[in-house]
C-alpha cells in the first residue's frame, strides 16, 4: 500500500489554477523532493495533502493515506501518522528547547519515560543536545529550524505510535512533510539535516520535501517532482529530472550537467 497516492489532483484558489491534474504514488521508505521556481504551485500541494489550505481553496481529484481519506480520521489520530514542518514556524513564547520538542509527543500516550528518551534521541540526531535548556526565542534562525524539525520528527518517531486504529501499521507508514527545511541553515547543516531526512526515510517513513537547492536533493532523494506554474514538468530520479533543458524550462537559465565526483549524481553548474 502506498502512503500517499494522488490521482488528477487540481487545486483552484483566487480564481487560479495553483496545481493541475498532478498524479502521484508515494511509497513508505521513499524519499520525493519537489523542486521549481517561486510560484510553482509546491507549497499549495503540501497544504492539500494536510487538510491545511485556503478556505476558499477548491480542489478535485482523489488524495488517499494510507489508502484511506483524512475526513475518516480524527485530527489526533492524523497526527500520529503525518507531521509537517512548514516554511514559516512561528513561536515568540520563551519555550526551552525541550518543551518545543516535547510539543510533537502530544497526540501520544506514551508516558514520560518513552517520550523522554524519543526527545533525546531526536536532539541529538539534529545536533542541538546542547540547546535542551536555551529559550527557543533566543536561538538562532538556523539553530530555530532544527528545533522544529526535531519536533516534527518526534511526532512520529516511532512506527508503534501510529494509528489506534491500525491502519497502517502493519506497513509501517507514516509520513513526513517538510516546506524548504535547509532554509536558514549553514552548508554543514544543510549537509547534516538531509543526510538525517534519509536516514528517517530509510526506516520506512515516506518523506515528500520542497527544495530550491537542487544539487542537494538530487544527491539524497529518490524521485524528483519538477512543477511550473502548476503543471509537471518532470517526474521521476534524479538522473532522469535534472537535464539542462528542464532547468531551461523551469528557472529560466543556462546550466550544464556533470555528475558528481562521489556519488556520481547530476550535478548542476
Known sequence: MSVLDIKNLSIRAWGVTLINQLDLQLESGELLAIIGPNGAGKTSLINTIVNAGHRNQKTSGELMVCGHNFSEWSPNERAKQLALLPQLSTLNFPFTVEEVAQ??????QTGKYVDDDIIEEALAALDISHLKQRLYTQLSGGEKQRVQLARV???IWRTEDTSSRGMCNENNN???LLDEPTSSLDLGHQQQLMKIIRRFADQGVGIV?????VNLVANHADTLLALCCGEVLAQGSPEKVITSELMKKLYQVDVDIISHPVSQKPLVV
Open 153 to 155: 520528527m518526534i511526532q
Open 209 to 213: 520535501m520542497v527544495a530550491h537547492d
Open 174 to 176: 507514516r509520513l513526513l
Open 103 to 108: 510539543l510533537g509527543r502530544i497526540p501520544h
